[in-house]
């Protein structure tokens, strides 16, 4: 059998400096609804376990125009949250898909994010806010835009020594909404999953952001699409135009949830559907 040391730090400065100490062989642990399923199958075999709930990371605060969220917020918080349901609605409702009851309780958006996975339900709606990331190490920290973060399906620019200490959410104008196709209505991973803003002056598309989960290898977002809608009256021709050539911008792959073909089609209507609903039409 082998010896895993386990650390319940009760301070930031204290959990970087462990994370600086074993490095590699350290794996950050949240509400461990992925990481303990990843020892249980031996797919990771880290020497020491960094148990981050000790550090007081479940906070949603307002700060200087913007949502600051603490990495260890869980998705059962979310969805109760109020300036999260005023302010950042399509984060709840991403957070409303997520698992299940006792899964929300125990999962936290830091995890999502630091699991990396392109069917992470918190991780189009955080990009198409345009959220920051802060990692904290015991070098300091460094912020970097969810855009730049996610390498790969489980890859990220985080280092080994670094840990998710919050997320930054501008609030930026416009409706936002989310949409997940699952093999069922809950407790699913997504087969396709999107988020859209759409920033409206009338009937005129002033600023756009399209991204799709489960779709590429990384959640992506889909720039040539949101360029298509800018500047331009939004009507029900241009919709399906946008939707298609945003799924065309992907690269959807065959496994055990759908076919790259059913993938592509499902994508197609439920951005379809997604830009239609902010749009108003
Ligand atoms: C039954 C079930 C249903 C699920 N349903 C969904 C779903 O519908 N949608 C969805 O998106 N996911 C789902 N998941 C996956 C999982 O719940 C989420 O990815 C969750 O957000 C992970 O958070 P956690 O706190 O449990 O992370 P953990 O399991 O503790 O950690 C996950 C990974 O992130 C790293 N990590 C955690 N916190 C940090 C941090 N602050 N800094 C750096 N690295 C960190 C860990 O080292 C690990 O690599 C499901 C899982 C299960 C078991």
């Not at 991780?123 to 835009?145: C, E, H, N, W, Y």
């Not at 890859?155 to 997320?167: F, G, K, M, P």
């Not at 499902?266 to 951005?271: D, E, M, N, P, S």
Request: glycine share 10%; with cysteine; hydrophobic share 45%.
């Amino acid at each position: 059998m082998r010896e895993v040391s386990y650390f319940a730090p009760t301070e930031v400065g204290e959990a970087v400096k462990l994370l600086a100490q074993h490095g590699e062989k350290a794996a950050v642990l949240a509400g461990g609804t992925d990481l303990v399923a990843q020892l249980n199958y031996y797919e990771i075999k880290p020497s020491a376990l960094v148990y981050l709930g000790g550090l007081d990371l479940d906070y949603v605060r307002e700060e200087g125009g913007k949502l600051v969220i603490g990495a260890g917020t869980t998705i059962a918080h979310l969805l109760t949250d109020d300036l999260i349901a005023q302010k950042f609605s399509v984060l709840a409702e991403a957070a409303a898909t997520h698992g299940s009851p006792a899964i929300r309780t125990k999962a936290t958006i830091g995890g999502n994010l630091g699991t990396a996975s392109p069917a992470g339900d918190m991780i189009p709606a955080l990009m198409v806010m345009d959220a920051d990331l802060v990692l904290a190490s015991s070098k300091g920290q460094r912020t970097v835009p969810i855009q730049e973060f996610f390498t790969g399906p489980g890859e990220t620019v985080r280092t080994a020594e670094e840990l998710i200490l919050e997320i930054h959410v501008p609030l930026l104008k416009g409706k936002a909404v989310f949409k997940k196709l699952g093999r069922r209505k809950a407790q699913v991973c997504s087969i396709v999953s999107t988020a859209v803003r759409l920033e409206m002056d009338g009937g005129v598309c002033k600023d756009a952001r399209i991204v799709l989960g489960s779709m590429a290898p990384t959640p992506l977002r889909c720039s040539k699409a949101e360029a298509m809608l800018k500047g331009k009256a939004v009507d029900a021709a241009l919709v399906a135009e946008c939707a298609a050539q945003a799924v065309a911008e992907s690269t959807p792959i065959d496994d055990q949830r759908a076919t790259a073909w059913y993938r592509a089609k499902a994508g197609t209507a439920l951005v379809a559907r997604a830009l239609a609903e902010v749009a108003g039409i």
